[in-house]
């Protein structure tokens, strides 16, 4: 499998435009997970701006092209919510089909907890906004496996590093970011965008959560 080395120009590029759109903030919030966290990274709002998101999509087909292999999988699977967009976008850019996962079943009608034509032994790539614990990827793999899906690899644009790559790796699965939160915070506290206790927030997150 490809190792690709992400160039520090695009992490420093994302890092900036992740700023400039407000996606990182600091303050007490709930994550999916459940956890607690003193800042957050809302990529959510990365498609509200149209550039941005063009810009990022093509940096994640970059990406998975040099660090996965586009030949490596045939279909790519967004995980829910946020993740289905920058998953949908990638999919069109290599011209893979595109299928998403429920967050839970549909009871209406097919009762479908997978979107999307799916074939035993298809080997398939999920796409997520960014990892925290890894509990909503591992519990997508699952459902796909269960329904003949090979799944070994997933791909996210932003890796908190709070367990989420050895969860994964527990159950066989790869994880690929195009960068990691403390590569975020070091590059916005070298430009001078976060301070010093701002910088030590995140890194005490980090440790916390490993």
Known sequence: MPNAKVDDSIKTDVSKILNQIGALQFGAFKLTSGKMSPYYIDLRVVPSFPDVFHKICDYSTDFIRDEVGENNFERIVGI???GIPFASMVAYRLRKPFL???????LHGRQ???EGILSPGDRILLIDDLITTGLSLRKAAKALTAEGGVVTDAVVLLD?????????GKEGIRLHSLLDV??????????????????KTILKQVRKGK
């Open 80 to 82: 829910p919510v946020a």
């Open 100 to 106: 998403y996962t429920r967050k839970g079943v549909r």
């Open 112 to 114: 479908r907890r997978i």
């Open 160 to 168: 908190r590093k709070e367990g989420g790559k050895e969860t994964l």
């Open 182 to 199: 403390v590569e975020v915070a070091n590059s916005l506290h070298e430009i001078g965008t976060i301070d010093a206790e701002q910088l």
